[in-house]
Structures are given as structure tokens and as C-alpha cells.
């Protein structure tokens, strides 16, 4: 079964380090985003890219970059970990083309940063 | 620009009683509409999906959520809560600027009491 996998499932790191998340996506699909999810706020895109070497900024877009190989990855990148930035971090995909707008979410990973 | 309103952070209802859910959109046109359900410690899963084939939308777990264009609304129900449904629920919307982005509500956590 196709499916969406993230990793680590947990990480704590410190302040000023770089951190990877990794996504994986095995449905195919052209679409891949990144969220935060914080008490209060719901959840936030951070980045999203709609095919290989596409990538663009969504609303908390500031510390993060991610970047588009492949079809099946979309790993996302603190810079410098800032406290801010603990945060439980998802990927999702979805497919792309005429009414394929509904979105597959990965596990998620719960960062700390002390 | 398009949002997604969820009343009430907090649903609190008996086991066996109507579940109700709301989700107010804005929108010029109908929407793509979306609700989405949360577990504890897992990413979003998708409970059903409007795209203007009926306004009557069945999802898993015997929740149902009807179009309403007059009151620009999307509400979830479901006939009898069971336990198993305490989770969080988030409402979303796709905007009608073509991207394949979706807007996220707040959510709502859906408490079963025995």
C-alpha cells in the first residue's frame, strides 16, 4: 500500500544546530507540503512544492527551507534551531490534477529544541 | 481571501448522543471542502470530502457532513457518538486561487463521556 513516512519520530536537539526532517511519499504524488502544528495555532504550512525542483514559501516559512529532488521526498531543513521552533512538524502530499486537492498526512515528528 | 471558522474549540458529548461539529467557510463560489480527523499522537486521516457531486457527503466511521450553499456551511455529524470518536477535527477548504494548497480551521476536540 502506497503511503507517507516520516523521520525521526522524535527528535531533541539544541539551539543553533541544523536539523533534517525527512518525508517520504510512495503514492506518486507531484504535491508535498510541510506543517507545524502548535497548540492555538492549528496547523500552520511552512513550505510546499508542487514537483520536482519546485519548491515555495507558505505563511511560517522564516528558519525553514526545504528542497525537491525527487518525486518522493521532501526533506525539510532548520537552518538554526530556535526554541520557537519546537513544534510537532507534518508532511503531507496529495496529487495533483483536476478535483485531486484532498491531502495524505504522514505520522508527524515531535521536535524539542532546548 | 478564503477561511475556514470552527465553532467551539471543545465539543463535549455522551456516548450514544448526536455528534455535531461546525465548519463556516468563506467563499464566493462552492468550495472544495474537507474534515479531517486527528488521533492522539498520529497525523490527520480524511473523514470525507465535498466536491459538488451531492450535498450529502458520507464518510468513515458513520460521520456525514451536508453542503449548505445558503449559510456557507459544512457541518459534521454523526447519529451516535461512540467512544472510539473522542479525537480532534479540523474543517478545510480549498481555495479557489488554483493552487492545491488547503486552509485549515482551528479544530475541534471532540470529547466522549461514558
Known amino acids: 500500500d502506497a503511503e507517507i513516512t516520516q523521520s525521526p519520530r522524535h527528535k531533541i536537539t539544541e539551539t543553533g544546530r541544523q536539523v533534517t526532517l525527512a518525508c517520504h511519499q510512495t503514492?506518486?504524488?507531484?504535491?508535498m507540503f510541510w506543517y507545524r502544528q502548535d497548540l492555538g495555532h492549528g496547523l500552520r504550512l511552512i513550505h510546499y512544492?508542487?514537483?520536482?525542483?519546485?519548491?515555495n514559501k507558505g505563511e511560517v516559512s522564516d528558519g525553514y527551507s526545504v528542497s525537491r529532488s525527487n518525486t518522493e521526498d521532501l526533506p525539510l531543513t532548520l537552518e538554526s534551531a530556535a526554541s520557537s521552533q519546537t513544534s510537532v512538524y507534518f508532511c503531507?502530499?496529495?496529487?495533483?490534477?483536476?478535483?485531486?486537492?484532498?491531502?495524505?498526512f504522514g505520522p508527524g515528528t515531535r521536535l524539542t529544541v532546548t | 481571501a478564503q477561511s475556514v471558522t470552527q465553532l467551539g474549540s471543545h465539543v463535549s458529548v455522551s456516548e450514544g448522543a448526536l455528534v455535531l461539529l461546525r465548519c463556516n467557510y468563506s467563499?464566493?463560489?462552492?468550495?472544495?471542502l474537507f474534515w479531517y480527523v486527528q488521533y492522539p499522537n498520529q497525523g490527520l486521516q480524511l473523514l470525507l470530502k465535498?466536491?459538488?457531486?451531492?450535498?450529502l457527503v458520507k464518510g468513515i466511521n458513520g460521520f456525514e457532513a451536508e453542503f449548505k450553499k445558503s449559510e456557507t456551511s459544512f457541518h459534521l455529524t454523526k447519529p451516535s457518538a461512540h467512544m472510539s470518536d473522542a479525537a480532534e477535527y479540523f474543517c478545510?477548504?480549498?481555495?479557489?486561487?488554483?493552487?492545491?494548497?488547503?486552509?485549515f480551521g482551528s479544530g475541534t476536540r471532540l470529547l466522549v463521556r461514558p
Open positions: 503531507a502530499s496529495s496529487g495533483g490534477g483536476a478535483g485531486n486537492y484532498e491531502q495524505y
Open positions: 503514492w506518486n504524488h507531484n504535491n
Open positions: 512544492s508542487y514537483g520536482v525542483q519546485d519548491t
Open positions: 467563499s464566493s463560489v462552492p468550495p472544495y
Open positions: 465535498y466536491t459538488s457531486a451531492a450535498t
Open positions: 478545510a477548504v480549498r481555495p479557489m486561487d488554483s493552487s492545491y494548497k488547503l486552509i
